[in-house]
């Protein structure tokens, strides 16, 4: 066999001569060609990001020699490159001449990778890294093939994405940079410890040769039982001639690999492993200490280490390692997980026909399996797990060996684990019902989950069993093929993947909630319901599922009669009515994303029932399929609702459902069916919960097949909606089809659409408001694109209803001639409108004469004209009808409205003669010192009839100057209780002089908002002291949030 790593010819110039094109050229023709098992397990963009010297680097690493050179000439000739060919074939004839008949005995010359190869010496003699792999091949790679993520003592293993990854990084020849040190991280069961297995063993194999002459493959969990020792001895170097040849290669600077498994289950006191460091492979160290002395390169300082952990101990692995490359292990990919599920029930290919019967048999187990999974999306994603995709497979195999529907298998996480250990309980005893000594192991190993969960225990060593009066060494094979894992060498176990884990030790925390008393204990629910318990400890989370999962009567039954464990069926009312430190129930101390999961989990329709009736209002946020399935089950089981807010993120529904519209049911892609009969169940809700009167369908994503399921469903509903919302939705006719929807209905009084195309939303809405059963009193339209045109056929519809009261146009493109077209119809005796918000729709002083018309309306209270172009000459117009006597507005908004200080003056004439007004926002406009003068003036006269509750000059660009005028004039005035002059620059004194001048007498304001020093002692004391003097007083400091629009004020228009 021939083995990559030595090349009779310089490919790194031949490439070089290469210009961009041709080398793109050059990469294209190699991909065609048929490529050694070796090359394709190089990601596809390394070698096409790689330059010319990069690329020789790839292919001398990863192909064989001969192979290379009769591929690199054919290319080159076909690029019509002759002369580069040419160069290939004369070195080639000239390194054949030059070939030496025998190996020398020297050091080997640099990058020849003469000891990278398996083959023998001149005298025939056995080199000692061979015999070093093979070694490593008799003792290892036949246990560790067995634990290639096994179909259970058969052999299956996917070969995957992050090893591909993993071989780059390990790489030490590539010209890509390099890191000396690589960390696979990831969760438990995720595969890092096969992934670094399989580096070995391919290592073993001569797979990666040509990269180190030596490797070694320590287990961390070995460590923990070894007595001090040397270094030699921790690698096994014993063997004085093998000790000779490694201390040669690392004379001659040679790369090796070490390989560094579980560094998270390592067990060593706080800080120990950065102390006594040595570099001296004889001196007697703790093995923890020798480690890291390895890890700091201390031992050897050139070595390629990779170092694989949970995640969790990233900060330790960073304190002990020098810029470490990080690969994250997610386990499966959806292909990968695919994958696995084929290998596994197909088998191999048959050659005669009941082979391929049974193949064909198999692949149609696979793809049930697989469809069943799938499902339930949750459980599908826990298959990227290879540890546990092995524990799926092997229950859904003997479900339906027993004739089981693996869909009810799949239906939650309990029933998958709870069916796995059923089964495998069943099928090892040959009984329904296991004898009394295993019913005690059983319990034993569930109390041992528990306490290793609690304790955060990778790994479970002699002494935890013996707490529990268990011999390790002796207990049932069930034990130790299903549930607890030994390794190869040593002494400790592990649950063989975290949902069984989690599974037995949820059954004791439900067996310690039944006797839940005064006194908690380690296993009290109340102690995992902590939100500082399960930031520590997330495990905490998984299992919470599990015990909700418990929950389920037909688990509890089965529990009992099969497994020996008793649980009570009262125990799920303690979710319920156990009440904690906070006076509430237990469920109600998760997040609601948590709650609706958990109450999913447990497939009691009578406990959903019971625990949704806690809720009156609830606020959905679906990011994913899962989420709609659990919401799906728990509101359709609801009765209590009042209030709804629902936001669907894009991607939870396929967003192209045209298929769905055009074929017929049964053809449906599983997966969209799926979804259909969650999103109908979840409509569900809208009849069951007969008090709900608002809803909220915000910034979500919908497609056709789902909007018109909504549709269908509200009409037909018990409810009775009184308020809806519809902000950014999609598709686009979503808000035409709701409104639609909304045609006559009786009940509806408050509508919000917003973010919506208006050209296609207006001529629905219109018959809407004309429907005489139409009792809409609030509208709003905001953020929505037209024309005047529509404009103008909407608006006569206005005059119609009788009802309607409040009317939102914020945000829209309405122009001067739009609202021109609305004061048409406002003038009608028919219109009611009492509120009305024109804020930011193009208008300028040309519409105030229209508006002023309106003004005087006897219906008209409150207007917000915020953020349009008025300017002095247009709030002149609207002051002279705001002064008139019957005007009975009472809050005005001309916030950002272009004002100066020569506006003031008709602003202070119109408070003079009207006393409707209570509440005038002026702020973000420049009225200076003079404006604020002028304002005070009016403010402070003791004969006028001036009822001003509230006046808001934030941002008018007062300055020092105007403090003492709004003194006198907090002083003189008897109505102001509301004074914000935030974002003014008033000077470091102007709260001292506010409140010296309050001081004096008890006067009506009650809020004042300015900016100030907070953390300025004397300011402190002084607030204080106004506080005592002045209760009803609140002085709050310039504090304006940058995401909001302007602050949060009390004169809301709505």
Not at 898 to 927: F, P, V, W, Y
Not at 931 to 960: D, F, Y
Request: a negative charge; one cysteine or more; charged letters at 25%.
């Amino acid at each position: 066999m021939e083995h990559p790593g030595l090349l009779n010819f310089n490919l790194k110039d031949v490439l070089g001569k290469l210009d961009k094109t041709e080398l793109d050229d050059f990469k294209n023709a190699l991909k065609k060609c048929s490529l050694p098992d070796m090359l394709k397990q190089v990601p596809k963009l390394t070698v096409n990001l790689a330059n010319g010297a990069q690329l020789a680097e790839i292919l001398t690493g990863y192909c064989p020699s001969g192979w290379l050179e009769k591929v690199t000439v054919q290319i080159l000739e076909e690029m019509n490159r002759a002369d580069l060919a040419g160069l290939v074939t004369k070195q080639l004839e000239e390194a054949a001449l030059k070939s030496p008949k025998k190996v020398s005995s020297s050091a080997p010359k640099e990058d020849t990778g003469t000891l990278f190869f398996m083959e023998k010496g001149a005298q025939g003699a056995e080199k000692p890294e061979h015999r070093h792999k093979k070694l490593w091949k008799s003792e290892y790679t036949d246990k560790w093939r067995k634990s290639l993520w096994p179909k259970y003592n058969e052999d299956i293993y996917v070969d995957t994405e992050s090893y591909r990854a993993l071989m780059m990084a390990c790489n030490p020849k590539a010209e890509m940079p390099f890191a000396h040190t690589v960390v696979l991280h990831g969760p438990p069961g995720s595969g890092k410890s096969t992934m670094a297995k399989r580096l070995m063993v391919g290592w073993s194999e001569s797979k990666q040769a040509q990269m180190f002459p030596c490797a070694f493959y320590i287990s961390c969990r070995e460590i923990n039982n070894i007595d001090p020792c040397t270094f030699a001895h921790l690698l096994f170097m014993d063997n004085n001639s093998w000790r000779a040849h490694v201390t040669k290669q690392i004379g001659w600077d040679r790369k090796f690999l070490f390989v560094v498994d579980g560094f998270d289950e390592l067990v060593a006191p706080a800080g120990a492993l950065l102390c006594d460091l040595c570099s001296d492979w004889d001196t007697v160290q703790p093995a923890a200490v020798l480690l890291t002395s390895l890890l700091k390169r201390k031992m050897v300082p050139h070595a390629t280490l990779l170092v694989t952990t949970r995640t969790k101990a990233l900060q330790q692995i960073h304190l002990m390692t020098d810029q470490p490359m990080l690969i994250e292990m997610k386990g499966f990919s959806e292909q990968e997980t695919q994958e696995y599920f084929r290998k596994y029930f197909n088998g191999e290919e048959g050659e005669d026909e009941e082979q391929e019967e049974e193949e064909e048999e198999g692949k149609e187990k696979a793809l049930r399996a697989l469809s069943a999974v799938k499902g339930n999306a949750s459980l599908f994603r826990m298959a990227s797990l290879p540890a546990t995709c092995g524990i799926l497979c092997l229950s859904l195999e003997l479900g339906m060996k027993s004739g089981e529907d693996p869909a009810l298998t799949c239906q939650t996480h309990t029933c998958m684990f709870l069916s796995f250990l059923c089964r495998v309980f069943s099928l090892e005893t040959s009984e329904d019902s296991l004898n009394t000594e295993l019913h005690t192991l059983f319990k034993k190993i569930c109390t041992l989950a528990a306490d290793s969960l609690l304790e955060q225990l990778p790994v479970l060593c002699e002494e935890d069993f013996l707490k529990l009066q268990l011999d390790p060494n002796k207990l049932h094979p069930i034990i130790y093929k299903y549930i607890l894992l030994k390794n190869c060498s040593s002494k400790c176990l592990s649950f063989s993947c975290l949902g069984i884990q989690q599974l037995l030790a949820a059954i004791i925390f439900v067996q310690e909630l039944e006797q839940e008393g005064k006194n908690v204990s380690k296993y009290s629910i109340q102690n995992m319901l902590s939100r500082e318990a399960r930031l520590k400890n997330p495990n905490l989370s998984g299992l919470l599922m599990f015990v909700f999962g418990l929950l389920n009567e037909t688990w509890i039954q089965k529990l009992k009669t099969i497994l020996g464990c008793q649980i009570s069926i009262g125990v799920k009312k303690k979710f319920l009515e156990c009440e904690s430190g906070e006076n509430k129930p237990f469920l109600l101390l998760m997040d609601l994303p948590e709650i609706l999961s958990c109450l999913y989990e447990s497939q009691e329709e009578g406990l959903v029932k019971e625990a949704m009736a806690l809720f009156e209002e609830i606020s959905l946020h679906l990011k994913t399929n899962t989420d709609l399935m659990y919401a799906s089950f728990c509101l359709k089981n609801s009765q209590n609702l009042q209030t709804m807010s629902l936001q669907v993120e894009k991607g939870v529904f396929p967003e192209n459902d045209a298929s769905l519209e055009s074929t017929a049911q049964d053809q449906r892609s599983q997966d969209d069916q799926h979804l259909l009969t969650f999103w109908t169940d979840f409509c569900d809700m809208f009849n069951s919960n007969e008090k709900l009167v608002s809803l909220d369908i915000s910034e979500s994503f919908f497609n056709s097949s789902l909007l018109q399921i909504l549709c269908e469903k509200l009409p037909s509903a018990r409810c009775c909606l009184q308020k809806v919302v519809l902000k950014n939705i999609s598709p686009d006719d979503a808000y035409e089809k709701l409104c639609l929807v909304f045609n006559g209905y009786e009940s509806l009084s408050h509508l919000t659409l917003e973010g919506g195309k208006l050209s296609t939303v207006l001529p629905s809405l219109c018959e809407v408001v004309k429907n005489p059963a139409c009792k809409l009193r609030f509208l709003r339209l905001g953020s929505c694109s037209t024309t005047v045109e529509k404009w103008d056929d909407f608006f006569p519809a206005l005059k119609v209803s009788q009802v309607l009261t409040c009317l939102d146009l914020t945000d829209n493109e309405l122009s001067d001639k739009g609202a021109k077209l609305l004061c048409k119809t406002w003038k009608q005796p028919t219109c009611k409108l009492q509120r009305v918000s024109l804020e930011n729709c193009r208008l300028t002083e040309v519409c105030c004469k229209d508006l002023s018309l309106v003004i005087i309306s006897q219906t008209l209270t409150h207007l917000n004209l915020a953020k349009n172009i008025l300017g002095d000459d247009g709030i002149k117009i609207l002051c002279e009808s705001l002064s008139h006597t019957k005007c009975i507005l009472q809050t005005l908004v001309l916030w950002s409205c272009n004002i100066t200080s020569n506006g003031c003056h008709h602003i202070a004439k119109m408070l003079r003669q009207t006393q409707s007004l209570e509440h005038l926002d002026l702020g973000q406009n420049r009225i200076g010192t003079i404006g604020a003068k002028i304002l005070c003036e009016v403010l402070k006269e003791s004969k006028s009839q001036i009822n001003l509750k509230s006046l808001w000059l934030c941002g008018c660009s007062i300055t020092p100057l105007s403090c003492k005028d709004i003194s006198e004039t907090l002083r003189k005035n008897k109505s102001l209780n509301t004074l914000d002059l935030a974002h003014n620059t008033l000077g470091t004194d102007a709260v001292k002089t506010f409140c010296e001048e309050l001081k004096l007498k008890v006067c009506p304001l009650q809020t004042l908002r300015l900016k100030f020093d907070g953390a300025n002692p004397s300011i402190q004391k002084l607030i204080q002291e106004m506080k005592e003097s002045h209760p009803q007083l609140t002085i709050k400091n310039d504090q304006l949030d940058s995401k909001k629009k302007r602050p949060s004020l009390p004169h809301c228009i709505f």
